[in-house]
């Protein structure tokens, strides 16, 4: 790599303004002459993260962290300093001198790095290629411009299988390195590679700083499979933090205070060319708690648009949850049927649809009341019951208390039921986040203390342990009942609960499939797990004993299959799992009363402790913690 000139890095340090490039990470606010926020290097709740423009540098006094715009991109990207340089003078427009490759003493992400930006060019060059005329003919069809093919990078991959692989091993640039920037996949013979991308259009995924990450393959030819191929999860790209078209929104969203949420490429392309430029899409994920938090650096609205079908409205049900709990501000907009951004915007322009938008955006107290009336779960007593507590615990959710009480009013026009009714609910559920955000902070902390991923005083810990009875009917339940009994169990208790091994992973791994919203149950016994989990599963999926047919067939008696209530077998498998942790927790308990005891040590505290725990273990056995379906 060119040694840069100390005089192109004080180009860069003068034109980077630090309040500007640390507000990609922090939300800022001004405080006499300086800036603050929350430090992004560790936990806080008040703001100790201090920004000072005039001397163009930063401290925060809670960790000790502090340094110029150079020491800052370093430390919040994990790049070298002449890394920290690059991004920054791509930003602020200063050309450095050219590349000849990372160089032997950089580290494997700059050298992933230095692939993905071979790459991006690589593709856009192709582009203008000959046999590049079917995919420009995709864009022209679509009306994208050449401006937005220049300013999104889109780009072509050749009809080969090894063109890319090829040109960069000339650049040169290590096949390892490509493999693991998710460029190549090696051949099954081991005989080499060949290259992830081959005749389609390619859409590069920046990060918000714009670095390239990955990319986002669509199919020329009408008859390839699968329609997009997305980059693979490597050291540098991790798709539940990217949000596709960030880079290039950020400072419209910070300028209107709003994003707005789509699902493609295209969609965010095709907005941002007719002047709708405050429009992000999820890389190929459901919404995530880190792409929203991502988004709360520059947002305080977020505008969710959802497709009608089940799947849809169950994504939208989550991501407001999240945006509620972010302290953000969300709405669900429905487009007429058969249109999506890309189309709707094609045909009636931007304007129209930015006025569309504000004209049919719902609170999240009328997008899900409006959606449960239209789904008939309206119609019984327990329905409405199961519709307003689902609300009710969605604004419980919300940190602001001024924002929190309103939102509570509206539920009580909205549902016409006094909002004293629903007060008690509202409570009972702010204990529940309450407990569940002290649980959160006190695995962190024992995290922390114990310097590894596991809680350092878990009774559960050591090798894997054999799956309880409760937890086998749990799963089975949950491969058998798909991503809505998923939704229900899990949303119930917490993955901590079941032991720690294959039947954790089995629910992980659940939990990730729901997540994405791509249910497979195959996948449990295939090669791709380890065979713990293969093992599990071909146990739980077998049923040992089974009714005999003559009680049907001679005597006319139905004999019940297993688990046919569903809801009520997994309400009574959660209560004797939960019951199995108490009894734990209470063993582990009263030896540390006892130790202490023994030491001459205060013991009010275990025994209050104690105390709830014996409490709450009555509560679980009459179900109050299971909420209904």
Known sequence: MSIIPDTSIEEVRDLSDIVDVVGDYVRLKKRGSNFVGLCPFHTEKTPSFNVNPSLGIFKCFGCGEGGDVFSFVSRVEGLSFPESVRLLAERVGVVLPEEDGPGE??????????????????????????????????????????????????????????GLLTQAQKAPIDPDILEKAGLIIPRKDGSGHYDRYRYRLIFPIFSHVGKVLGFGGRIIRPDDEPKYINSPETPVYNKSRVLYGLYHAKNAIRSQEEAILVEGYTDVISLYQAGVKHVVASSGTALTPDQVSALARYAKTIVLLYDADKAGLRAALRGIDLILKSGLIPYAVRL???????????????????????????????????????????????????????????????????????????????????????????????????????????????????????????????????????????????LEGGLDMVEWIMGNMPLSDFTEGPSRRMAEMLVEQYQNEAFDRNVFLSHSVDATIRSLTAEIMTVELEPSENWTRRKNIRVPGLDENATEAAASAMVLLKLHRLREQETHLRQAIFQAESGGEETRELNRQLVELKRFEKAVKERKFIDAV
């Open 336 to 478: 007429p049927d058969g249109e999506d951004p890309d189309s709707y915007v094609r045909t009636h322009g931007g304007p129209a649809f930015e006025a569309y938008l504000k004209d049919h955006r719902q609170h999240f107290v009328d997008f899900v009341h409006e959606n449960a009336r239209a789904a008939g779960s309206m119609d019984t007593p327990e329905g409405r019951a199961a519709v307003q507590r689902t609300i009710v615990q969605s604004i419980a959710l919300i940190p602001d208390d001024l924002v929190r009480e309103s939102y509570l009013r509206t539920a009580s026009g909205v549902l016409d039921i006094p909002d004293v009714q629903l007060r008690p609910v509202l409570e009972a559920a702010r204990r529940g986040e309450r407990r569940a955000a002290i649980r959160q902070e006190r695995r962190r902390m024992r995290t922390t203390l114990s310097g590894s991923e596991e809680p350092a005083l878990k009774p559960r810990r050591g090798p894997d342990k054999a799956a309880l009875p409760a937890e086998k009917r749990l799963l089975r339940i949950m």
């Open 105 to 162: 003493e950089a580290s494997e992400n700059e050298s992933i790095y230095h692939a993905l930006r071979f790459t991006a060019r690589y593709f856009f060059s192709a582009l203008s290629g000959d046999d590049a005329e079917a995919a420009r003919d995709i864009l022209r069809e679509r009306a994208i411009t050449p401006e937005s093919v220049k300013t999104f990078g889109i780009g072509f991959a050749p009809d080969g299988w090894e």
